[in-house]
């Protein structure tokens, strides 16, 4: 089993920046891609960003390309997501999510946090 812990969430103005971490424990196998999926008020669950933990391929949502990037200390088994130029469609609850794949990943993954919230005040 994999335990994923995030903290770093918060509320924040339009135009300003939060970073999301995430801190893994416990085994490794199966979940060598982390990242973060969101769920804004009354919508689905949307894919945010992924990064491969050994390799640090990246892939991002079209919504929030340009404006995140996530990153990984690998010593800390920590994966961030630093959130700039955030806007109101950015509320959400974050999610850290693991898997084997990038397609596990932004799908169904294998492990969840608890989930932190996001609030961009306009």
């Known amino acids: 089993q994999v335990q994923l812990v995030e903290s770093g969430g918060g509320l924040v103005q339009t135009g300003g920046s939060l970073r999301l971490s995430c801190a893994a424990s416990g085994r490794t196998v199966s979940s060598e891609v982390m990242g973060w999926i969101r769920q804004p008020p009354e919508k689905e669950r949307e894919f945010v960003a992924a990064?491969?933990?050994?390799?640090?391929?990246?892939r991002y949502a079209d919504s929030v390309k340009g404006r995140f990037t996530i990153s990984r200390d690998n010593a800390k088994n920590t994966v961030y997501l630093e959130m700039n130029n955030l806007k109101p469609e950015d509320t959400a609850v974050y999610y850290c999510?693991?898997?084997?794949?990038?397609?596990?990943?932004?799908?169904?993954?294998?492990?969840w946090g608890q989930g932190t919230q996001v609030t961009v005040s306009s």
């Open positions: 999510v693991a898997g084997a794949t990038f397609t596990r990943v932004s799908n169904t993954p294998t492990y």
């Open positions: 990064i491969h933990r050994l390799l640090g391929d990246r």
